[in-house]
């Protein structure tokens, strides 16, 4: 059976059956080709979809992705995507960060987009290193960590840590999408116990400030 894959017919779907849909469709369809992953991000409201089925999308686009269509993530706009994370409620982020390799592939995809919205005048001739350690990751101790370096006014995301750094920030992943998404402060989240600094909080607390955080 031949699935419509046009922007028309995607535009259709409610968000069950854009899962569905996505869910029956061979990776090898040509007309995979021609889907523009906006259109389908468009289509997507984290409000409308039950925890799982969030988990659910992001995981099918993926495997699709990883499967040679023209889906992934970072092909995204960054308005969408941030939506998207956003809208987001914890049960759904939770979710999406049990998952292993669905939430390495989200935190991935936010971490490298701050590499891009890295706001290069406001660096000034910052030179700093940030750990950000995420609970119930599946790395050592139960924790991810991502290295975020600056120097010559750009920012670099590194994978665990390979220098030392001048902040150490731990925190949850709900936390962090909140944060990385402009829908929490690093003070606020720090004063509710919901963020922890190890060195310099000050530097800490003002760091997304150097990001150019797209607006959902």
Excluded: W
């Excluded at 080709?33 to 906006?38: C, E, F, H, N």
């Excluded at 409201?45 to 699709?64: C, I, N, S, Y």
């Excluded at 919901?194 to 997304?208: E, T």
Aim: proline share 3%.
């Amino acid at each position: 059976m031949t699935i419509d894959l046009t922007a028309e017919a995607i535009a259709k779907l409610g968000p069950q059956e854009l899962i569905s849909t996505l869910q029956r469709v061979d990776p090898a369809d040509p007309a995979l080709k021609d889907v523009d992953i906006d259109v389908i991000a468009r289509g997507i409201d984290p409000k409308k979809l039950g925890k799982d089925e969030f988990a659910d999308l992001l995981g099918v686009l993926g495997d699709l992705a990883d499967a040679g269509a023209d889906l992934d993530l970072a092909k995204m706009d960054a308005q969408n995507f941030a939506r998207i994370i956003s809208r987001a409620s914890k049960d759904q982020v939770d979710a999406v960060t049990g998952r292993a390799g669905l939430r390495e592939r989200v935190l991935d995809e936010v971490f490298r987009r701050m590499e891009v919205h890295f706001r290069t005048d406001r660096a000034g001739a910052t030179r700093a290193v940030v750990h950000f350690r995420l609970s119930g990751g599946f790395g050592d101790g139960g924790h991810d960590v991502y290295e975020a370096v600056i120097e010559d006014a750009a920012c670099t995301i590194n994978k665990g840590a390979t220098r030392e750094s001048r902040a150490t920030v731990t925190l949850g992943p709900v936390e962090f999408l909140k944060l990385a998404t402009g829908n929490a402060s690093a003070p606020v989240l720090f004063m509710t116990g919901k963020l922890k600094v190890k060195g310099d909080l000050g530097f800490a607390a003002g760091f997304m400030s150097l990001f150019d955080i797209p607006k959902a």
